[in-house]
């Protein structure tokens, strides 16, 4: 059980906080001598490795060699994202972004999805030396629905069968709540079909899905079974694209100077199945932004990395997400600022357009 913010004096978390940031910086452990040089915590060597030896017992720091000074522990990182990151960090305008903020604004002059996307990724690799990806559904302002069809299993499940006018046909499972009858299913079907053939997929969205549910009215929540799996029915693996920017950048980083540790995250990232798997995992959320740290259950690849994702929006659905996998030792404040940023502005274009 991870240790509560609660649980710890000021001074420790300005310790945790300062251990944290310094090996952020400089990927070495830290110890009591480079940390009493802080003249801005006012405290001792000798209190500050009682100090330091607390927060290893409560499992925050490891130490990676004896008589080594200490790192964080994937729950300091965790602690430090769910309660020390501010929550609306603005992007800096530092004199070394303010060329890169002068870049951005080409953002204003594309309309193109995946010309943005890509041009968000190079504005993320350039201002974070972290590796970028986007996941984004494949043309979805130019896939249409042509026919919608249900088709009753048995009284407790049904399968949601679209094809789309790209000659793409998909199906998936309703589980239903109530018991459902032929004629039933049959009125459903004919009334969904009605309403969503001609629909852009990406124009599925929830006042759409309001209308429809006031015309089945009786069956209305029946409707909202469907309607859980409706996104499944029209999106697949083959409606889904993955973009990738700074791939090798990670190479600059000491915990993958290892050649084989290397080669392994490379292979990672050429397996898009994985890569999806992965962002697929719940982190820690913050507004829209999930943050993932890697933990053993992860692989040993994945294990020692930290991911966070930002989902951009068409219409009050999400028709993608963007993101950063970075080692663990992330720059959280940079990488939330920086991702924040890109996300308003992927979504004030594709919807202002």
């Given at each position: 059980?991870?240790?509560?913010?609660?649980?710890?004096?000021?001074?420790?978390?300005?310790?945790l906080?300062?251990?944290?940031?310094?090996?952020?910086?400089?990927?070495?452990?830290?110890?009591?001598?480079?940390?009493s040089k802080n003249k801005d915590l006012g405290?001792?060597?000798?209190?500050?490795?009682?100090?330091?030896?607390?927060?290893?017992?409560?499992?925050?720091?490891?130490?990676?060699?004896?008589?080594?000074?200490?790192?964080?522990?994937?729950?300091?990182?965790?602690?430090?994202?769910?309660?020390?990151?501010?929550?609306?960090?603005?992007?800096?305008?530092?004199?070394?972004?303010?060329?890169?903020?002068?870049e951005m604004n080409i953002f204003d002059n594309i309309t193109q999805i995946n010309a943005l996307i890509d041009h968000s990724l190079n504005m993320l690799t350039k201002i974070t030396n972290?590796?970028?990806?986007?996941?984004?559904?494949?043309?979805?302002?130019?896939?249409?629905i042509k026919h919608v069809s249900l088709v009753k299993i048995n009284e407790k499940q049904v399968v949601i069968v679209t094809v789309?006018?790209?000659?793409?046909?998909?199906?998936?499972?309703?589980?239903?709540?109530?018991?459902?009858?032929?004629?039933?299913?049959?009125?459903?079907?004919?009334?969904?079909?009605?309403?969503?053939?001609?629909?852009?997929?990406?124009?599925?969205?929830?006042?759409?899905?309001?209308?429809?549910?006031?015309?089945?009215?009786?069956?209305?929540?029946?409707?909202?079974?469907?309607?859980?799996?409706?996104?499944?029915?029209?999106?697949n693996e083959n409606t889904l694209e993955f973009a990738l920017d700074g791939a090798t950048n990670m190479l600059d980083y000491p915990e993958f100077h290892d050649i084989e540790r290397a080669k392994s995250f490379m292979d990672f990232l050429s397996s898009k199945d994985e890569v999806k798997n992965i962002l697929d995992k719940q982190g820690i959320q913050k507004?829209?932004?999930?943050?993932?740290?890697?933990?053993?259950?992860?692989?040993?690849?994945v294990k020692d990395c930290a991911i966070i994702t930002a989902n951009f929006h068409y219409r009050g659905s999400v028709v993608g997400k963007i993101g950063l996998i970075a080692p663990k030792r992330m720059d959280y404040d940079k990488a939330y600022s920086v991702i924040s940023y890109i996300q308003s502005k992927i979504n004030s274009i594709i919807n202002d357009s």
């Open positions: 059980m991870m240790t509560s913010l609660i649980n710890l004096s000021d001074r420790k978390k300005r310790i906080q300062f251990i944290i940031k310094e090996y952020i910086d400089t990927a070495e452990p830290v110890g009591s001598r480079t940390i405290v001792s060597a000798a209190t500050i490795r009682n100090e330091m030896s607390d927060l290893e017992k409560l499992g925050l720091l490891l130490q990676p060699h004896t008589s080594s000074g200490r790192i964080p522990s994937a729950e300091a990182y965790e602690l430090y994202v769910q309660n020390l990151l501010f929550e609306d960090l603005p992007f800096k305008n530092t004199d070394d972004n303010m060329k890169i903020l002068e972290y590796t970028a990806f986007a996941v984004s559904k494949k043309n979805v302002q130019a896939i249409y789309l006018d790209n000659g793409q046909v998909n199906n998936c499972i309703a589980n239903m709540s109530t018991d459902v009858n032929d004629d039933t299913i049959k009125l459903m079907g004919s009334m969904i079909n009605d309403s969503l053939v001609g629909k852009n997929i990406a124009g599925i969205d929830i006042d759409l899905l309001d209308f429809i549910r006031i015309k089945l009215d009786a069956y209305a929540s029946l409707f909202d079974d469907i309607t859980m799996n409706l996104n499944s029915a029209f999106i507004n829209d932004i999930n943050i993932i740290i890697g933990n053993e259950d992860m692989g040993s690849v």
